[in-house]
């Protein structure tokens, strides 16, 4: 079984910072792409920013040069530094991962979401 934890959402006013943290415990053998999505009410959820086990990134155009994924391996955790915050950036954050264990081949796993509110 694996878990995936977040941390780090609140209200914060535009144009600051926010620090979201995903932790993946478990029966882990090796944990892939992990990435952060969000959604927002009545919208679709999507793709927020994404890194590979090997650092690549990739970033929604909405957010890039103001949000910055990383990555720390050896404690199998993504965080989302968000900086500049808008209104819009307003939405539930999940975190996701493509994990290997012990039991079951590769399948993407989810986090429980973290409410992240930005006030104008």
């Known amino acids: 079984q694996v878990q995936l934890v977040e941390s780090g959402g609140g209200l914060v006013q535009a144009g600051g910072s926010l620090r979201l943290s995903c932790a993946a415990s478990?029966?882990?053998?090796?944990?892939?792409?992990m990435g952060w999505y969000r959604q927002a009410p009545g919208k679709q959820r999507e793709l927020v920013a994404a890194?590979?086990?090997?650092?690549?990134?990739n970033y929604a155009d909405s957010v890039k040069g103001r949000f910055t994924i990383s990555r720390d391996n050896a404690k199998n955790t993504v965080y989302l530094q968000m900086n500049s915050l808008k209104p819009e950036d307003t939405a539930v954050y999940y975190c996701?991962?493509?994990?290997?264990?012990?039991?079951?081949?590769?399948?993407?796993?989810w986090g429980q979401g973290t409410q992240v509110t930005v006030s104008s």
């Open positions: 996701s991962a493509d994990v290997s264990s012990f039991s079951s081949s590769l399948r993407v796993y």
């Open positions: 478990g029966s882990i053998f090796r944990v892939n792409r």
């Open positions: 890194i590979t086990s090997g650092r690549d990134t």
